[in-house]
């Protein structure tokens, strides 16, 4: 639970994006476009629905639009954008389209119901989606080169969910079983995105030449992912929510106990790994970026790769053994990397693990607790943040703190920017410091609630220690204020669980992935390899 290890992260099976297509695959979900009223230019309005075949049917409703380019950008100050969807409970009906006509292009600034689970908004990689829209106008595929450079046709700039903006809150949904696991409703339209983005160019190439037109080759448009550019608004989330995080890391750590603790590797498995591992290592060889740290820790990780290529597997406890020779041999990103591959071909064993990534986040205070009991948890479980030495300027120098316009989250410098007035409880090593210091002079058999009558301003971190006693990987053992912080840590560790790859960072503070690249079409969901595309390599 150290930033620089989560910063190292990379998807695994059990990451959001694989489980859902897992199980699309599983319960032969249907994919369809029942409206796709767009014009030559690839405006207007288009459907597509994902009938689960239980009874449950999601309709993700698309808005296409000409974008002036001087009205053009990413930034979350954005008031216009190419495209702009929401996922509906259910079939929209004419009524419903009129509506959401009226309030979805207008994202933050529109107003939603409860038949809405989720709001988007993307942009076109203009370079590559006129580039493939010509190439297919006049009969010829576009050049794989290019594909590759870029990866999708749009990116996202925001996905919301879970009660904002009026739209229908988690606890609507949380037992259905097809959108019970976490960002569900999100990485559900994510995938409808991508069918569409797929869609609209192969019809504006149609459009501007009938006869010469060719389709885009199967290969190429499975390798076409949704682009998304990630910042600082995401990263308070694994702050905010330990008792969700604590789930998604114990999974994760359950399943490598699991894979560590079989006996021997049967051939089928063996074969597996080694065909898995080549394929990774032409991923890592394709992956390429213009951020020095980054570029340097890919470099470092194709070394790796060829060592892990060269290493012979033990007969007795093998994945055990080669786990303990990469924590030894290889860098963060390779030991990384390395249990993605070696939970990858061990579905049998451990994919029903998410099913417990889901989390009640409900943490009430134990008012009866004694404050000599609460000690002696700080104690247990905050020694890392105790040790840490608050009267040194550097490691109290950033606050987390929203900003007055959008209330995002900024990060900024405590003791040259203004926003103090502002901070957010992210502070937590801090906080725990000053708690212990109280404590320290108060009466250990005093009760919490007693504490609390006079204290009540560390109500919030005092609930916090109560809840992450109980669960090993709910906090994040490192200084979030302090000098050294790298946000893109926090981020990435939150992608990787989403399934994300091709981290681009373009700072410390944010960075570009591809979304579902790889990851079968819809009219693939049924095959009975759907769910093999953990790290996809560019098409021949």
Known sequence: MRLERMG?????????????????????????????????????????????????VYSLVCFSQYLDPERRTDRVIAEEWDATFTLFDGRPGEGDIRRLAETVPKQEAGRLSASELCLARANKSLRLFEHIASRLASGRQPDVAAVNDVGYLMRTTAVYGSGKFGMADRDKYAERPALSGPFTVEMLSVYLIRCFTLDLVEHV????DPDAFVPLKPALKRFLGIGNA??????????????????WIAAREEALARVRSLARADAGTTARFTELLTRTQQHVAEWNVADERQMTRILRLREDLVAVAEHALADDHPWDALYVWAEAALSLEGQEIVISLMLEPQGALIDDLADRMAADETAPIDPAMTLGDLRAAIAKHYAWALDIDFSNPFNDQKIWYASEKKNE????????????????????ARDVQALDGLLADAPAEDRVADFLETQPDYRYILRRVQTTARLPYAEIRSNLIGGDCLPIDLLRCKLSFFGADKYDPRSDRWTRITMYQGAPLATELHDPDADDWLFPVMPC
């Open 230 to 247: 990630t910042g600082l608004g995401m990263a308070p989330f694994l702050m905010g929510h330990p008792i969700l995080i604590n789930n």
């Open 409 to 428: 989250p900024r990060l900024g410098d405590r003791y040259n920017e203004p926003g103090i007035e502002h901070e957010m409880p992210f502070a937590i």
């Open 205 to 208: 190439a149609r459009r501007r």
């Open 8 to 56: 190292s992260f990379f998807p695994t099976r059990l990451s959001f994006m694989r489980t859902l297509i897992r199980r699309m695959n599983i319960e032969k979900w249907a994919i369809s476009a029942p409206r796709f009223d767009l014009d030559d230019d690839g405006y207007g309005v288009a459907v597509y629905e994902a009938d689960t075949g239980a009874g449950e």
